[in-house]
């Protein structure tokens, strides 16, 4: 949230956090999200939701008329506008890699730790019709995905 915050300031963008601990205090989040009148959503990393709420966030971002950037592209998948993030396909990869080294005698101890390196951006054509929102044609490059 520091890093977030700093990257706001720098972008003269006004941040107004609010933390969801519990999948009870989802919709009331979003009040609260409305209440302040932003005009976008970041959801930050929460493993918890993952599973098992991206579904409801992604559509009360909808409803809400609010475009979302999300942590995963499975929130993307789902019905989010955009995410940016750690690419958990490689991070499973990655994961398999070092279960092999161990199952082969190698000591967990003695490897290294990995920081990651794949990140990805992930685009939802269909959320963005419904928002009303076209992505410049420079992001849609960028991409590494467009779901459409």
């Known amino acids: 949230m ?9 972008l003269g963008v006004e941040l107004h956090p609010i933390e ?3 999948p009870d205090e989802i919709a009331g989040a979003f009040a609260a999200v409305q209440q302040t009148g932003a005009g976008a959503l970041l959801v930050l990393t929460n493993p918890s939701m993952i599973e098992q709420h991206r579904g409801e966030v992604t559509a009360l ?3 809400h008329r609010l475009p979302a950037m ?6 993307v998948d789902v019905g989010g ?3 940016y993030g750690i690419s958990l396909r490689w991070m499973y990869q990655r994961a398999a890699y070092y279960v092999d080294k161990i199952l082969k005698g190698a000591k967990p101890a003695d490897l290294p730790v990995e920081q990651p390196t794949k990140f990805e951006l992930v685009l939802n054509l ?6 009303g929102i076209t992505f410049p044609p ?3 490059v960028l991409a590494d995905e467009v779901i459409q």
């Open 2 to 10: 520091r890093e977030t915050q700093a990257a706001a300031q720098v």
């Open 20 to 22: 969801v601990s519990r």
């Open 61 to 63: 971002a909808l409803q």
């Open 70 to 75: 999300y942590p995963w592209r499975l929130y």
């Open 81 to 83: 506008l955009m995410s």
């Open 126 to 131: 269909k959320t963005a019709k419904a928002l």
């Open 138 to 140: 420079s992001l849609l």
